[in-house]
């Protein structure tokens, strides 16, 4: 397997992992807009079935759509962040980009050696 095709499911893993942690502070948002909306209107039978502890977290306070933002890039796109991962393994300087194929010895764009 290709270098770009490990990078690349590992980028998606990655956003696929920041998208469902994002999931439960949003559900939790959801249930305590719906427990407002039953106490506030007065139906309060229905106030019993959603019920829970409130509890802060930091992720609760608004951190959870950053959160859920940066997933879902990485899960649907994430071109710029796979880029920057591919540099120096596809053949261009780590540094800045330049390509590097055919050349021996220092990058002729910025003269830095090495893969980092």
């Not at 696929?16 to 939790?28: E, K, N, Q, R, Y």
Request: with cysteine; aromatic share 6%; proline share 2%.
């Amino acid at each position: 397997m290709q270098a770009r095709a490990v990078t690349t499911i590992g980028v998606r893993f990655a956003g696929l992992l920041m998208a469902a942690a994002a999931v439960v502070p949003a559900v939790s948002l959801v249930h305590d807009l719906v427990q407002s909306f039953c106490m506030g209107y007065g139906i309060s039978k229905l106030s019993l079935f959603v019920e829970s502890d409130s509890q802060q977290e930091l992720l609760a306070q608004g951190g959870w759509l950053v959160l859920l933002a940066a997933g879902t890039y990485l899960l649907l796109d994430g071109r710029w962040v796979i880029g920057r991962i591919m540099r120096g393994l596809d053949g261009t300087c780590a540094h800045c980009g330049y390509d590097l194929r055919g050349v021996n010895g220092a990058c002729p764009e910025c003269g830095k050696t090495g893969s980092a």
